[in-house]
């Protein structure tokens, strides 16, 4: 699986968008960026994952460069609750019982 | 809705003995993972399975490691001669058939907290 680069920590104020840059510089043409979050003490979450196309759900949005070489995750209106250890990974889709292969992350603090 | 549980949620234990760490994945879910994480760290993959087999063990570090899913459901974790190395969180997850396009979501347990003395 290619490797992603992210900021290790970034700040946001509460009610404004978060938007959290990954480079995959090396990403295949049948990879796909997830992204997850981990909010301390828990386990891992999914967010949303997308291909190509720039993607949204309840939770975020993701937008896909047009050579797919970085994404962004954007949380429209960050709250507190949103304060968590982001990752992005790229992975194959159509999972065949992959792993997904964790970096460090980038650690989101959301500021009252 | 229950969701995956892990237990016991926490686990002190002195080096050289002995550990299991149990797993409930979702019910219906054929794939199930484990991960251990240390402090400040991302999830690392040790080992998946798919039903009852271990189609994949990669990840294990050594063969202290061994873990078992005999009726395709619950997992077992069990860590021998423990080292003080092995502390950390030891995560689960599972999700529907791989394959299917419709695992790409993992759901996660709340995680194992292994402490070697």
């Known amino acids: 699986d290619a490797k992603t680069t992210q900021p290790p920590s970034m700040d946001c104020a509460e009610g404004r968008a978060a938007n959290l840059p990954c480079n995959h510089s090396?990403?295949?043409?049948?990879?796909?960026v997830y992204w997850y979050r981990q909010i301390h003490s828990q386990g891992p979450q999914y967010i949303i994952h997308?291909?190509?196309n720039n993607e949204t759900n309840e939770m975020a949005s993701l937008i896909i460069t047009e050579d797919r070489k970085s994404s962004t995750l954007i949380l429209p209106h960050a709250t507190l609750r949103d304060t968590a250890v982001y990752y992005c990974?790229?992975?194959?889709?159509?999972?065949?019982?992959?792993?997904?292969?964790f970096g460090p992350g980038t650690r989101l603090s959301v500021l009252p | 809705g229950a969701g995956v549980s892990q237990t016991p949620s926490n686990k002190v234990t002195e080096k050289g003995k002995y550990v299991e760490l149990r797993c409930d994945p979702i019910s219906g879910h054929t794939a199930l993972y484990w991960y251990r994480q240390s402090l400040g760290q991302g999830p690392e993959f040790l080992i998946y399975?798919?039903?009852?087999?271990?189609?994949?063990d990669s990840g294990l570090p050594n063969d202290r490691f061994f873990a078992v899913r005999p009726e395709g459901s619950v997992s077992t974790l069990k860590i021998q001669r423990t080292e003080r190395g092995d502390s950390a969180v030891y995560l689960c997850?599972?999700?529907?058939?791989?394959?299917?396009?419709?695992?790409?979501?993992?759901?996660f347990g709340p995680g194992t907290r292994l402490t070697v003395l």
């Open positions: 997308g291909l190509k």
């Open positions: 990974i790229v992975r194959v889709g159509r999972n065949y019982g992959q792993n997904f292969v």
């Open positions: 997850a599972s999700s529907l058939t791989p394959g299917t396009g419709l695992d790409n979501e993992q759901f």
């Open positions: 090396t990403i295949s043409g049948n990879e796909y």
């Open positions: 399975f798919q039903g009852t087999g271990a189609a994949d």
